[in-house]
């Protein structure tokens, strides 16, 4: 049974710090991973999708990559703001469907 | 790309009674999603809900507690029925877009903030 996890739970930078967050999976054949963000109380923004083909996506300060074999993927930030506080997860599709696993979320602050 | 529309974006109910929740989405699609995301925790999916059948329940879920309509190809229902406090919650609801699962993105709505008192 597939699991995510996500490390840490919770983060807490100055602004302009760039930061990494870190999922892990447990079942390595996933078709995809993808990145949210969720302000509080809100529902959920895709960020970036990784296919299982490709190793890193860009979109503007985000950077995602992704290691099959290590069941491990990175959401790199670079030049944090303020407006970057919310909790990111990260969630694979079951195979070959949309029903998503989710992990458990990281809480990110920023302080100006 | 799939735009998606919950209603009631937030309601605070009494324990006891239902509540509906709506989604809409601005194309066909052929599967529908419904998750739950209780305070402080990650996203759990409820079911599935497929047009012209009876929705697939994860487990831990019933039809009972949670019964899902699914009328046509861009429109779902989720009830929470004779809610209590456990039941507050964000009840989201998701879509695969056309094409094939593991090329695209899947699609939220922005949810509905449950509060049962």
């Known amino acids: 049974k597939q699991e995510v996890t996500q490390i840490p739970a919770a983060l807490s930078v100055p602004e302009g710090e760039n930061l990494v967050l870190n999922c892990s999976f447990t079942d390595s054949a996933i078709y995809n991973l993808q990145w949210f963000r969720q302000d509080p109380g809100k529902g959920l923004t895709s960020l970036l999708l990784?296919?299982?083909?490709?190793r890193e996506q860009t979109s503007g300060r985000l950077n995602a990559s992704l290691d099959k074999s290590s069941g491990r993927s990175t959401l790199y930030i670079a030049a944090s703001q303020p407006g970057d506080s919310a909790t990111y997860l990260c969630a694979v599709p079951t195979s070959g469907t949309y029903k998503y696993i989710f992990g458990t979320g990281t809480r990110l602050k920023v302080l100006a | 790309s799939a735009v998606i529309s919950q209603k009631p974006s937030r309601d605070i109910c009494q324990r006891g009674t239902s509540l509906t929740i709506q989604c809409q989405v601005d194309?066909?699609?052929?599967?529908m999603f419904w998750y739950r995301q209780q305070p402080g925790q990650s996203l759990t999916l409820i079911a599935t809900a497929n047009q012209g059948s009876e929705a697939t329940y994860e487990s831990g879920f019933v039809i009972d507690k949670f019964p899902i309509s699914r009328p046509n190809l861009t429109f779902s229902t989720l009830t929470v029925s004779n809610m209590s406090p456990e039941d507050s919650s964000i009840y989201l609801c998701?879509?695969?877009?056309?094409?094939?699962?593991?090329?695209?993105?899947?699609?939220f709505g922005q949810g509905t903030r449950l509060t049962v008192v």
């Open positions: 194309s066909q699609v052929t599967m």
């Open positions: 990784i296919q299982s083909s490709q």
């Open positions: 998701s879509v695969d877009p056309p094409g094939t699962p593991g090329n695209t993105e899947a699609f």
